[in-house]
């Protein structure tokens, strides 16, 4: 059973369960540290198209999809940048997260 390690909590799950649905059911009050301000209200449900479930992972994770890539691939985001959308990967191992700042959490100075 893998361990993320997320928002100062660590948080069991199935391997290959998808990773914004672990961080959501295991508690609701994650949406505010899954998603930055009024992106909290305004994504678009785990559909891959709003880019603001972006995240920093060091672990195993499924492969990049095509719609992560695409979406990825435009501002604020840089398909180079390494960040990950949650909605889009399902857990393989171990994994730390973390949330950058900025509405798309694209943000890497802080
Ligand atoms: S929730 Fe919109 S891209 Fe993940």
């Not at 540290?33 to 195993?60: E, F, I, M, P």
Request: one cysteine or more; hydrophobic letters at 35%.
């Amino acid at each position: 059973m893998p361990l993320i390690q997320f928002a100062g909590e660590t948080i069991c799950c199935a391997r290959g369960d998808n990773l914004r649905s672990v961080l959501l059911r295991h508690k609701p009050s994650m949406r505010g540290s899954l998603y930055n301000g009024a992106a909290g209200l305004t994504h678009c449900r785990g559909l891959g198209t709003c880019g603001t479930c972006a995240v920093d992972v060091k672990g195993d994770l499924t492969p990049m999809t095509k719609i992560e890539k695409w979406r990825l691939g435009f501002p604020p985001h840089q398909l180079d940048s390494g960040l990950r959308l949650a909605c889009q990967v399902c857990v393989m191992g171990d994994l730390v997260v973390t949330k950058h700042s900025g509405l798309w959490g694209q943000r890497f100075a802080d």
